[in-house]
């Protein structure tokens, strides 16, 4: 199929290089230069705008940050749909708010073309792997459209129902998670540090006992290698937790944890650490109590 990837960062850039394996005609759009280079030395083409699509492309995998970002991209000055042939199917895979996910769908059929609602999970490893989880929703014929490039990105596809708002949903309880994972790991990192125990035995011994979590043993090991190059960047937490907490008040919903931890990533980018890898919130108790981080291998 002749693919369209939007934003090349660490899951875009994993799903291109994977349709591209797959035999697919991937074009990958992105501002960077290395990113662009990557791709076409992969096997790919690369652009530095959407509105440089091939006009006939099929499918437009949209892995941009946030719902401002992916309107831009297809609606935008130099975006996509006043371009493309009717009859694309738009997957808009960024995490947004269910609301922003109804309002982008009801412009993208406005302009003669279908969306799935597919917000992605599976970090850096999934991505390049070909084995993310998407949570997605929307038509059934736009499903089964897109069946071979979900193939090629993903390990499993849940397709939760065909109204948009439904895959943002269940991923914005995923980020819930995932968030107030890293803030423990991070606290708890910390207070071991400062207790006095070795970091790394510290690591070991967590996780193979009941307070392990995939977050743990994911994110901790760039923490005892000092190394904060952001596969998944603390700004992403400001920005995902608040979409949480905005449903959560929306609802009248209260969620003291997603909350507390929250504020711990806001710290940590008051800090300067927004563009930093998200483990290193722990800088927020590094700077509390004075602890030694393990210093970069």
Do not use: Y
Not at 91 to 101: D, G, S
């Amino acid at each position: 199929m002749k693919v369209g990837v939007i934003g090349l960062g660490t899951m875009g850039m994993g799903a291109a290089l994977n349709l591209v394996r797959k035999g697919h005609q991937v074009t990958g759009c992105d501002v960077r230069d290395t990113a662009r280079i990557e791709l076409a030395g992969a096997g790919g083409t690369a652009v530095g705008t959407a509105g440089e699509l091939p006009a006939d492309t099929e499918v437009v995998v949209v892995f941009v940050v946030n719902a401002a970002q992916t309107e831009d991209v297809l609606f935008g000055p130099h975006g996509c749909l006043g371009k493309l042939g009717k009859g694309a199917v738009i997957l808009c895979c960024a995490t947004v708010a269910p609301e922003a996910a109804r309002a982008l769908d009801k412009k993208i059929a406005a302009a003669g073309f279908q969306m799935l609602d597919a917000p992605v999970s599976g970090g850096k490893v999934g991505a390049h792997a070909g084995t993310m989880t998407v949570m997605a929703s929307g038509p059934e014929t736009a499903f089964a459209r897109v069946q071979p490039v979900l193939e090629a990105i993903s390990g499993k596809v849940w397709r939760l129902g065909d109204q948009p708002g439904i895959g943002s949903t269940v991923k914005m309880v995923n980020q819930l998670l995932a968030g107030v994972h890293i803030a423990t790991a991070a606290e708890a990192l910390a207070l071991g540090i400062r207790a006095g125990a070795d970091p790394r035995t510290l690591f070991e011994v967590i996780s193979s006992s009941a307070g392990s979590s995939w977050m743990w043993q994911n994110r901790v090991p760039h923490i005892l290698d000092g190394d904060d190059t952001p596969l998944s960047a603390v700004n992403i937490f400001v920005k995902d937790l608040g979409i949480v907490l905005d449903q959560a008040r929306a609802l009248t919903f209260p969620l003291p944890m997603a909350a507390a931890a929250h504020q711990l990533f806001l710290a940590a980018a008051a800090h300067g650490e927004g563009t930093k890898d998200d483990a290193f919130v722990i800088r927020v108790w590094q700077a509390l109590a004075g602890i030694d981080l393990p210093k970069p291998t």
